[in-house]
Nanobody, 129 residues
Framework: QLQLRESGGGLVHNGGSLRLSCAAS????????IGWFRQGPGQPQEAREG???????????YYAPSVKGRFTISRDSAKNTVYLQMNSLTPGDTGVYYC???????????????????WGQGTQVTVSS
């Protein structure tokens, strides 16, 4: 059964860094898009923002304008793990970060919650001012 397990969240000061990890297991499809969404405090699930995405075929990436230049997504195919390196964090980055996978490789267009086939359980990121 397909599972996504996140780790690496926590509390950091304004301007600090964190690295999130998402280990995927139990899937057999060869091509996919995998990435991260975040849900801000008090926001509904429908408001989750697609933060970054990477494809399995050629590692095409997508970044939301709000994180471009600060966040980097990468993938270790041998470990079936995707990482999100987050630098220059601000309080506006606070939220629950969800790993998400789509079981096709569409080149990581603008992420949509409606294209996600499986979510991780989420990991809390809190940036203090």
């Amino acid at each position: 059964q397909l599972q996504l397990r996140e780790s690496g969240g926590g509390l950091v000061h304004n301007g600090g860094s964190l690295r999130l990890s998402c280990a995927a297991s139990g899937f057999t499809f060869p091509y996919y898009g995998i990435g991260w969404f975040r849900q801000g405090p008090g926001q509904p699930q429908e408001a989750r923002e697609g933060v970054a995405c990477i494809t399995s075929s050629d590692e095409t990436t997508y970044y939301a304008p709000s994180v471009k230049g600060r966040f980097t997504i990468s993938r270790d195919s041998a470990k079936n793990t995707v990482y999100l390196q987050m630098n220059s964090l601000t309080p506006g980055d606070t939220g629950v970060y969800y790993c998400a996978i789509e079981q096709v490789d569409r080149g990581c267009p603008t992420p949509s919650i409606y294209d996600v086939d499986r979510w991780g359980q989420g990991t809390q990121v809190t940036v203090s001012s």
